[in-house]
Nanobody, 126 residues
Framework: QVQLVESGGGLVQAGGSLRLSCAGSGRTFRLYAMGWFRQAPGKEREFVAAISWSGTITLYADSVKDRFTISRDNAKDMMYLQMNSLKPEDTAVYYC???????????????????WGQGTQVTVSS
């Protein structure tokens, strides 16, 4: 059974940091580009960051660039999102996802991803 499980969400004050983790199983995730998306109440799910299958290429939404860092450990089938200088507008449910096709470079579009985690809540208080 293919599964992605996020962890590390929580409540943090503005300016604080959190590190999200995504654990993959049931598939050779090290061969697939991965991404983080988020969805705030009443809003569409939006792209946050993506990382290529090898981990050498990363892509960020403008709203998180220079504050968030995506990384992966292929030996452990893990992906991470280090979030610094958090703002109240970063409050959302964060989802990790795996691209449909192997050896991808990481893309912005939700339709490029076929496996999703259940999400982890991040709340940033002002």
């Amino acid at each position: 059974q293919v599964q992605l499980v996020e962890s590390g969400g929580g409540l943090v004050q503005a300016g604080g940091s959190l590190r999200l983790s995504c654990a993959g199983s049931g598939r050779t995730f090290r061969l697939y580009a991965m991404g983080w998306f988020r969805q705030a109440p009443g809003k569409e799910r939006e792209f946050v960051a993506a990382i290529s299958w090898s981990g050498t290429i990363t892509l960020y939404a403008d709203s998180v660039k220079d504050r968030f860092t995506i990384s992966r450990d292929n030996a452990k089938d893990m992906m991470y999102l280090q979030m610094n200088s958090l703002k109240p507008e970063d409050t959302a449910v964060y989802y990790c996802a795996a691209e449909k096709n192997a050896y991808g470079l990481g893309r912005l579009g939700r339709s490029e991803y076929d496996f999703w985690g259940q999400g982890t809540q991040v709340t940033v208080s002002s």
